[in-house]
């Protein structure tokens, strides 16, 4: 029984370990994504209520 749960947890870890990518990751990035609506009065949401969107890039 302690050679299965062995075997099995060296299985584990080898797909773990080949699993990860090879390549180096690439990621696409979106600056100042207003998150209010255009026609927003207060110049400070407008300038402070925006994000910064991070994806990664297919190829």
């Known amino acids: 029984m302690k050679k299965i749960q062995i075997i099995l947890l060296l299985l584990l870890l080898a797909v ?7 390549g180096e990751l690439r990621y696409a990035t979106k600056k100042d994504v207003s998150y209010i ?5 207060d110049a400070y949401r407008k300038e ?10 297919v190829s």
Do not use: H
Request: hydrophobic share 30%; proline share 0%; charged share 20%.
């Open 48 to 57: 402070r209520c925006n994000l910064d969107i991070y994806s990664m890039e």
């Open 16 to 22: 773990t370990v080949f699993g990860q990518t090879a």
């Open 37 to 41: 609506g255009n026609n927003e009065a």
